[in-house]
């Protein structure tokens, strides 16, 4: 299956043998993020208000609930489903939220919102623009506006690398499978492939004046 979401405010699925579209899921506002747990039940989608989780079987919402600012950025699920991260912008700050999945599918549609597990804020006046999870769910690697890329620990929220990686703001991070190798996309026309321990630069792909908006990588590292 292959979902796609967009300011229409659809989330659309799509039978990738036959290219036919299999199913939507009304967001009612524009969606600028979507992930899908792995067993393919639940598809998370960010809302005007919040985030959305909907049955992916029946298109039914599982859980629902608000978010304070103006703009959800992203929503993407930790290795394993157990957890995921929202982020969002608040008064022309970013923010990261951490929530327990399991909590937040017992809490259903009810106006009691969940439990935020932890708040991350940005240090030195930095924005957050795009957030990837690490090994075992321990850190966050997080781009930054000005081209940034930092280490998070998850637990303390404490940054613990903050490196200078690319001219301009960084729009996607995406980590291989096996958390060997870390993707960047740059406003800045090109696309990086880093030491996710040591950013240190292994290749790097240029773009010419285009910006790199969003990258991905195969499971078989091939491509």
Same mark, same amino acid.
């Given at each position: 299956?292959?979902?796609?979401?967009?300011?229409?405010?659809?989330?659309?699925?799509?039978?990738?043998?036959?290219?036919?579209?299999?199913?939507?899921?009304?967001?009612?506002?524009?969606?600028? +993020?979507?992930?899908?747990?792995?067993?393919?039940?639940?598809?998370?989608?960010?809302?005007?208000?919040?985030?959305?989780?909907?049955?992916?079987?029946?298109? /039914?919402?599982?859980?629902?609930?608000?978010?304070?600012?103006?703009?959800?950025?992203?929503?993407?699920?930790?290795?394993?489903?157990?957890?995921?991260?929202?982020?969002?912008?608040?008064?022309? @700050?970013?923010?990261?939220?951490?929530?327990?999945?399991?909590?937040?599918?017992?809490?259903?549609?009810?106006?009691?919102?969940?439990?935020?597990?932890?708040?991350?804020?940005?240090?030195?006046?930095?924005?957050?623009?795009?957030?990837?999870?690490?090994?075992?769910?321990? /850190?966050?690697?997080?781009? /930054?506006?000005?081209?940034?890329?930092?280490? $998070?620990?998850?637990? +303390?929220? @404490?940054?613990?690398?903050?490196?200078?990686? =690319?001219?301009?703001? $960084?729009?996607?991070?995406?980590?291989? =499978?096996?958390? @060997?190798?870390?993707?960047?996309?740059?406003?800045?026309?090109?696309?990086?492939?880093? =030491?996710?321990?040591?950013?240190?630069? $292994?290749?790097?792909? +240029?773009?010419?004046?285009?910006?790199?908006?969003?990258?991905?990588?195969?499971?078989? =590292?091939?491509?």
């Amino acid at each position: 299956m292959l979902f796609s979401c967009s300011d229409d405010g659809k989330v659309a699925m799509y039978d990738t043998f036959q290219c036919v579209r299999t199913g939507q899921f009304d967001v009612q506002s524009a969606c600028n +993020s979507i992930d899908v747990t792995k067993d393919s039940k639940y598809v998370l989608a960010t809302s005007e208000s919040g985030i959305i989780v909907f049955n992916i079987k029946d298109g /039914t919402k599982a859980a629902e609930f608000t978010i304070p600012g103006y703009r959800k950025m992203q929503v993407a699920l930790a290795f394993g489903d157990t957890k995921f991260l929202v982020l969002y912008m608040e008064r022309k @700050t970013t923010f990261i939220r951490i929530y327990d999945m399991s909590n937040v599918i017992a809490g259903g549609t009810s106006e009691n919102t969940p439990k935020v597990v932890k708040e991350i804020s940005p240090i030195l006046n930095q924005e957050f623009t795009c957030a990837a999870w690490g090994p075992l769910n321990k /850190t966050l690697y997080v781009g /930054t506006k000005t081209g940034k890329i930092q280490i $998070i620990d998850v637990g +303390s929220g @404490t940054t613990l690398k903050d490196s200078q990686i =690319h001219q301009n703001e $960084i729009y996607q991070l995406s980590m291989s =499978h096996d958390y @060997t190798m870390l993707f960047t996309g740059s406003r800045d026309g090109t696309s990086k492939l880093l =030491h996710p321990e040591t950013f240190e630069e $292994i290749r790097q792909y +240029s773009f010419g004046n285009r910006p790199c908006r969003t990258v991905a990588v195969s499971p078989l =590292h091939d491509s």
